[in-house]
């Protein structure tokens, strides 16, 4: 069955409901069902499974205008792969699951169309500050998928003009007369471009 892409995007929320929806999707197919995906806000450390990814939408700016007036934002999207240090070279195991988190960012638009979310951009993976040894999140190792994605918000407002066709004179003694123009497909069939009869 082919993927239908979503057309529009109107709220951030659904950015972020689309990723966590999407590596759920991909944690329940593969082999790590132990692994726990969840917003960032949600965490809290003394009940948070022993492997988990934690997922923020953090901040934005605005991006480049759009040719249909839908309003542009560029969101700091943060992936969080926390592991609990019971577990054996939690860091490593840590720094691991980011790495594969980040292998599924290429082209990545989470089920929207290329026109309402722009491929992620500037992908950066480094050992998050989100956890260390003097905070309540001490019992975890973490590191942490960076990167930017542009959200054109809304519906589009301008409607493409319709190209009827091509139209062309040389030399018109008039440029406001359509009468001196010849559609371009008659030319190419006529193989001529002399003036009208």
Known sequence: MPLTL????YQPSELYDAIVEYYRAQIAEGDSPDVV????ADFVPEQAADRQILVEIATAESGPQQN???VCFVFDCILYAAIS???KDAAYQAMNLATAL???LEH?????SGLAVCDPKHIKLTESFLINGTDKHAG???WEVRWQQDVN????????????????AVNPADPDDIAEYRKVTDLCLNNSISAPS
């Open 68 to 70: 249909d007036g839908r």
């Open 6 to 9: 979503r057309a529009e995007i």
């Open 108 to 112: 990545q638009r989470w089920g929207f």
């Open 140 to 142: 975890f190792e973490a």
């Open 37 to 40: 995906v969840s917003g960032y």
């Open 85 to 87: 240090k019971a577990n």
């Open 102 to 104: 980040a292998r599924h």
């Open 153 to 168: 918000l809304g519906s589009p407002q301008f409607e493409d003009e319709r190209v009827s066709g091509i139209w062309l």
